[in-house]
């Protein structure tokens, strides 16, 4: 018993600074985790006001919390006079491996993120990516699923698609339709144009604040081509493609006016010769 007394009135500054460090410790700890918190709170409330998927928003601000937090408890054990070298070599190679191992899931992971926060398409938009183009159902975290023309379902990782173009023909409330009408080169050319602006005059869908273009494109092998260019609203773009198409076929034929398909004219020469 002796010793022990004799023991601790020896060592008792040294204790009294194992106590200081060992407050701090807790300190640090209970710092870190208050300000752990308050990140998760701001990480939220910013990405709320981006309007970000909720899985995203929790998944975020765990990440950020359990991040604040481990460099809290790395602090506290090295003001304890602990190497945290080891430690820290530790994480870092096994966060390296994991990383490794889920590059691919990370990627798309990452690019999910941005696509939901950048936004350059949402659910009913019609896009083209990654070769594929669709109807926007649904933007997940790892993948995107597009309902195609033919009601076929496709499921795009999203690090396909923030990897290559990305075409929204939904995001403009207008489009313009851009059509070449073939035409023969006997035809009346000034006539073509005259009913070539009636049609596109005359259909109520198209929009009749903007101008639309019509003229000679091309002299090309077997025809003059036109170019018809009206400008519709986005939702209105292939009805309206089909009418005019069908409304020009049947207005030509009326007015007498050839549609020509691709021909090849041979010509043959043949020469007399005296057989012997």
């Known amino acids: ?74 602090a506290a054990i090295s003001h304890l006079g ?15 491996a994991i990383g490794l191992a889920l590059q691919g899931s990370l990627s798309n992971f990452a690019s999910g993120i941005l696509l939901i926060t950048l936004k350059p398409f949402k659910s009913g938009d019609f896009v083209e990516v990654s070769g594929t183009a669709g109807v926007v159902e649904e933007v997940n975290i790892f993948s995107t699923q597009l ?28 489009r313009r339709i851009d059509l070449v009408i073939g ?25 009749k604040d903007q101008a639309v273009t019509i003229g000679v494109s091309e002299l090309a092998d077997n025809s003059v081509n036109f170019v018809v260019r009206p400008w519709v609203k986005t939702e209105n773009y292939w009805p309206v493609y089909f009418e005019l198409l069908e409304s020009i076929k049947l207005a030509l034929d009326e007015a007498g006016i050839e549609i020509p398909y691709p021909q090849l004219s041979v010509h043959v020469n043949q020469e007399n010769s005296n057989e012997s």
């Not at 410790?25 to 006001?49: P, Y």
């Not at 023309?149 to 173009?165: E, H, L, M």
């Not at 006997?186 to 602006?197: E, F, P, S, V």
């Open 82 to 96: 602990f190497n945290t070298s080891s430690l820290v070599a530790i994480v870092g190679a096994a966060g390296l």
């Open 183 to 207: 035409v023969s080169y006997d035809a009346d050319l000034a006539k073509t144009r005259d009913i070539l602006t009636q049609i596109t005059s005359n259909h109520e869908l198209v929009l």
């Open 1 to 74: 018993m002796e010793f022990i007394t004799s023991w601790f009135n020896e060592n008792q500054t040294m204790l009294q600074d194992m106590a200081v460090q060992f407050v701090v410790a807790l300190l640090i700890l209970f710092i870190g985790k208050i300000i752990a918190k308050l990140i998760r709170k701001g990480v939220q409330k910013l990405l709320e006001h981006k309007q970000v998927d909720n899985t995203v928003i929790s998944f975020i601000s765990s990440l950020v919390y359990g991040l604040v937090i481990l460099v809290s408890f790395i």
């Open 147 to 174: 309902r195609t023309g033919d009601n076929k379902t496709v499921i795009i990782p999203n690090g396909s698609i923030t990897s290559g173009t990305i075409t929204n023909y939904s995001r403009k409330p207008t």
